[in-house]
Each structure stands twice: as C-alpha cells, then as structure tokens.
C-alpha cells in the first residue's frame, strides 16, 4: 500500500487488486499452517498427552489465521463507559492480536511429531512447511511483497542443506551402527552446534 | 482539493527508535529452540534439522546489522483549515539505511483520515480533514523501520503539529445596515446628502456647485438651474456578540457550533462591505473580546478569538464592564446565542436599555428529549413557554429575534432587515 494519491479508478482498481492479493496470502498462511498440522497430527496417535498437543496446535492455527483476517480491523475508539458489547469485542481483538498464537501452534505441530516413531523425512517435510508458514505469515501480517524474501534465498538454501543434513542423520541409526554413521551424525551435530553458536550470542544480547 | 493555507511550520525530529526483535524473529527463534529441545530430550537428530533453517536466519539477521538514528520530517500543507477541508502531511525520513520504512498514522479527535492511513517507503503523504472547528492536533505519527532481514524493528512515535480549524462559514450575501450611520466614509448610502453616487434629490443651484451635478432636464422644466444630490456613503461599527456558555445539541450542528459558523459568515459580509467588525465571545467567567477593525485579515482575527471558546471558560472582562473599544456607541450588535443563560438575556436588555441597536439569531435547534411521564410532559411544555417568553420579552424591547436552523443561509433569515435600514430606537 502506497500513500501517493492518484486517479478514483486506478486508485480503486489498485485497492482492489492489493486486496485481492492479501487475502491470497493470509489464506496461504492458513492453509501452510493447517496443512502442517495435518501432517504431523496424521497417523492418529492415541497417547496422553496427544489430545492436548492437537488442541494446542488447532487453537494456534485458527487463531493466527483469525488474526490475520482481523488484521485491519479498528479498535473501537475510547468512551468514557463503552457497552458491554464494544469492551467485549476489544477484549476480543486485544485477545487474538497479543497471544502469540503462532508460537503456540509451531510448539503443539512439532509436539505431535515428536509423539510419533521416528520418520526423519516425513519430519524434514514438516520442517520445511514450518518455516514456509512463518514466512508466509510474516509477509501476510506486514503487507509485504514475496520479494521481501529475495535476500534470504541463499540462507533459505543453506537451512534446507541442513534440513536435510538433520533428517539423513535421523536416517542413519536404521542404516545400522557403522563408522561412516558416526561420522555424519558428527557433521550434523557440529554444524547444528555451530548454528546455535551463531544466534545464541545474539539471544542473550536481546534477553 | 488540498488548500494551499498559509505555510506551516516544519515538524522536524531526530528520532530514538526503540528497536527490539520483530514477531518473525521470535516465532523462528520458537521453532529454533523448540527443534533443539526436542532433539536434545528425544535424542532425534532430524527435530535438530527442523531447527536449522529458522536458527540460520536469525544468525545470517544479526550478522553484520547497523541499526541507525533517523530523522523524520512531517509539514502539514497548512496549519489552518476550515472544517470538512481537506490537507496532507508529508512526512520524509532520512539516514534509514537499507531499511525498510512504514508509516502510519494516528489522526487525532476529530481528525478523519481520508484514504489510507498506513504507507511504506521514505516519504509518503496522509491527507486528512478536520470534522469540528477548534485547536487541535493532527495526530500522531508512528513510524516502523525493519532491518534487511526483517529481524529487527525499530519504532518510534511523533506527535503532528496543530491545526486551527475555522468553524465552516455559513452562507451570508446582504448586511443589516443602521438608519444612523456614524460620520465615516463606506459604502452604505445614508441619510444625509454628501459625495456618494447614490442618486437622493435635486435642489436650486447654488454658487458653488460643480457644473458637472447641474440636473439640465430638471433646470429646464423650472427655469432655473438645479444641480442632483446623492446620498452620503457611510460606514458602521458592527460587533458579533456569540454566547458560548450554551453548548446543546447534536455535536457538528449545536448551538454553538452554529453560533460560531453564523458568526464567520456575518464577519466576512460586514467586512466586504467595509464595515469595521468587532467580536465579543461571552463565556463562563468573563468575555473576550476584539475591538473593530477592517479588512480580511480581522475576520481571521474574529475566529481566532472565537476559537477560545472552545475551553467553555474565560478569565476575560467582566461583560458588563467592556470598554467602548469592544463596544463603541453607535454599533450595530448581531448576536448569535441559544437564549439558554438567564444572565445573557438580562445583559442584552442592559445593552438594549444603554441604546444599542440589537438583532439576535437564535441558534437554538433542539429541545428536552419527550418522554412518557406527565410531568416530565409538563416540564417541557413549562421549558418551552419560557423560551417563548425569553423571545417575546426581547421583542417588546425592541431587539429582533430571528431563528436560523444552520441550513438555510443567513440572508432568509434576516431578509426582513436586510432590505431596508434598520431603526435604531432609543
């Protein structure tokens, strides 16, 4: 959205397609989200703390999607004594737009995951949606253009390596006990240490 | 249409920006943690390649990331507007580095956007129009940098410059004009012969005369040479009296808000007529009030005075007391009032007994709410008997009241006065 005025029918036409194309991508990031749920939710599993991993995820989803929808709608103006009606509906937005729902969800989906056996590929792929979801809906939340992802494509390369590094050493232990196996769980291993190594430092400065 | 208003000042500003991890570092800082947890505790080293690709964006982020100091400049297109006109703010931010900038706006009370009030990019403009007269603040403007990676916010809020917002002038063509005029040179014909060009008679010639005003039809019909003589062009004192302890009605046409749009309108027709106009604004606590004076530039003086108002309470001159400069005698006074406030009524009868020729608009445009009970049926029948009495009483006085909706134009109205000279009885 740009703040240059110009002619009724371009600006409307530009309305509409910018419109158009929010929506687009904030349904995107729904379906990321959900379609992530799915496949770490799918086979059913009927442990303990399943249900409660499930609810977590689905409540994160529909909630961050519904943030999103509710994205440009205005909080009701401050009144000396608002109806019953118009405090609830700002507890409503206040509600949807400070829980990090996201968090919440990306928490429950890899708690899922990590009830089922171990399927290190099917675990990559869940990966891989993840971080598409959260960069789906960052760009949905900030109105920006998928080319604001341009100067990530090679970082985004380099974490698929590694994504795919993590699930080839998850692989290996079926592969059986070997030298070459200890060896790659090894450069998996350091180069998730020298991953840490990079963003803890800077973590810290932020805590 | 933006006006092009007197020029506003600059609001310039280096700006601290509070910066802090945005939600898209934090969610990939989530997933990043919540992979290594896992594939600490589970001992699954597949969660640890989940985790890589959200902890090798943050790391690649913070590497080698300046977080700047900006400046940001926000210049109204004018810093006095009438209501419903619209104006733009152009704001500029400079030193933003290769971050990204979004602006938005907050518009203040009163205050209504038009168009989009969030824009992306150095500069941007917000156009925005003011809904009710008085001094207010066009807002608050929050401007968001994000770094490269989008890791990074920094925000930092701005608060617009003031705005004087005129009440919008109703529509006003003709002028109340006095029977006596004082001995000043304008442009309403009086009743004395003087050296205007307004035709009044024809008398005997004289020695003296000017050849030029001998009337040659009339010298040959009598025999005798007679010269045309014209009306004397004066010039009167006109004071607005506005009440502004009365404030009922729907906000954007109450009392007081037609009061002060009358007020405008009357201003700027007794100016174009060359009149001298002074302005009286009666409040709460005292008045405030503008001694006569011509010309365009008083009628932004009138507003501006008026524009007090807007707190309800001045600590002003005692109303009675009011020096003859804010009253000279002679003055025509148009008032604009509700008729609500026992004590203004008495001091218009005060004024009326000390010999001011007077005409009051009611602006009164709304009633008590009707409501089921007898009594409060009877109250408002009680309320409405008084203010007819109020009215009637200043009529037997010898003021005239005319009502005026804020619709019509002020000339229908006052059309009854306006087409003749208006009597000043003493």
Known sequence: MTGRATGPATALASLLRGAAGAVRVRAAAVLLGAGSLVWAALPAVHRGDATFALDVAIAGVAAGGLRLALAAVPVPEESYWPSPGVRAWRIVLDLVRHVPWEEGAVIGIAWLEVLHPSRPWHTAVLGAGLIAYLLITHLAESDAPLAALRPQARVLALGAVLLALGAGAGMLPAAGPGAGSALLRLVAAGALIAAAGLVLPSIARDV | MIPNGPAAPVASAEIELRWRSSRH??????????????????????????????????????????????????????WRAFEDERLAVD????????????????????IAPVGATAADGRQARFVVTPERWGRRQIGTLEVTLRDRWRLAEGRATMTLPRLDCYPAPARQRTTVVLRRLPNRLGEHPARVAGEGIEFSGVREYVPGDRQRSINWAASTRRGRLQVNTFAAERSQDVV???????????????????????AGAAARAYTDARDRVGAITYQWGGSSWLAPGLGRRQVYRIIDSMLASDAGYARGASFARLPRAALPPGALVVVFSPLLDQRFVEALRDMRERGFSMLVVDVLNTEPPPRRRAEDRIARRIWRMEQDAIRFSLRELGIPVVHWDGEEPLDLPLAAYTRRPMAARR
């Open chain 2, 91 to 110: 704001v500029t931010a400079d030193g933003t580095g290769d971050c990204s900038v979004r602006w938005r706006l907050h518009p203040g009370v009163e």
């Open chain 2, 25 to 78: 570092a934090r969610r990939l800082l989530t997933l990043g943690l919540t992979g290594l947890f896992i594939a600490v505790l589970a001992r699954r080293p597949e969660f640890a390649g989940l985790a890589a690709p959200a902890l090798v964006l943050l790391a690649a982020g913070r590497h080698g990331r300046q977080l700047p100091r900006i400046i940001v400049r926000a210049k109204p297109t004018t």
């Open chain 2, 240 to 262: 607005l009296l506005v009440d502004a302890t009365s404030d009922v009605g729907e906000p954007g046409s109450s009392a007081l808000d037609l009061a002060l749009r009358g």
